[in-house]
Antibody, heavy 123, light 111 residues
Framework: QLQLQESGPGLVKPSETLSLTCTVS??????????WGWIRQPPGKGLEWIGS???????YYNPSLKSRVTISVDTSKNQFSLKLSSVTAADTAVYYC???????????????WGQGTTVTVSS | EIVLTQSPGTLSLSPGERATLSCRAS???????LAWYQQKPGQAPRLLIY???SRATGIPDRFSGSGSGTDFTLTISRLEPEDFAVYYC????????????FGPGTKVDIK
């Protein structure tokens, strides 16, 4: 059974860089059918897609965050990572990693999610 | 950029009742690229529906999705106690660069 687990600091100072890693277990990150992505949820608010990466390394970012976001993949460790620079209090949120299934036959949704990790931006 | 709007913001119903949730897109969306998620407090979202009407693995048949173009609907035929949650619609934009958009959510709470 595929599982995703987020890890990283729970507290980041303003203007610094938020760094999170998602470890994939029970399956390979190197599949042509999947994108691997990050989604966040500020306290009491809705879901916001941050960006996604294909196992080959192709990346896609939310235009509203693109200038600050870097997503990378390490297939040898079955992990992918998020870096968000110049953070402010507005970046305080629960950050989720998720698998997205996309094939030539269609879109099958974000079907596996990590449990989420809370990141607070504060001095 | 496609914007998704969900209505109502909150739906107050009793167990056993039927819930009808709406998701409207600012421009036409391929039904193949529309999904619905359920989120309970303190939990990650769970995929319910993809392709506008296909249930994800393990999802009970009381959940159904329909719609096309700009108007999509999630229906819960008879609410069970565990169905009281927030529901999000989501659109996948396949034109490069790919992108994903979530609606603001509809909260289904107990009347």
């Amino acid at each position: 059974q595929l599982q995703l687990q987020e890890s990283g600091p729970g507290l980041v100072k303003p203007s610094e860089t938020l760094s999170l890693t998602c470890t994939v277990s029970g399956g390979s990150i190197s599949s042509s059918s999947y994108y691997w992505g990050w989604i966040r949820q500020p306290p009491g608010k809705g879901l916001e897609w941050i960006g996604s990466i294909y196992y080959s390394g192709s990346t896609y970012y939310n235009p509203s965050l693109k200038s600050r976001v870097t997503i990378s993949v390490d297939t040898s460790k079955n992990q992918f990572s998020l870096k968000l620079s110049s953070v402010t209090a507005a970046d305080t949120a629960v950050y989720y990693c998720a698998r997205t299934v996309v094939t030539p036959f269609g879109y099958y949704g974000m079907d596996v999610w990590g449990q989420g990790t809370t990141v607070t931006v504060s001095s | 950029e496609i914007v998704l709007t969900q209505s109502p913001g909150t739906l107050s119903l009793s167990p056993g009742e039927r819930a009808t949730l709406s998701c409207r897109a600012s421009q036409s969306v391929s039904s193949s690229y529309l999904a619905w998620y359920q989120q309970k407090p303190g939990q990650a979202p769970r995929l319910l529906i993809y392709g506008a009407s296909s249930r994800a693995t393990g999802i009970p048949d009381r959940f159904s999705g329909s719609g096309s173009g700009t108007d999509f609907t999630l229906t819960i035929s008879r609410l069970e106690p565990e169905d009281f949650a927030v529901y999000y619609c989501q659109q996948y934009g396949s034109s490069p660069p790919i992108f994903f958009t979530f609606g603001p959510g509809t909260k289904v709470d107990i009347k």
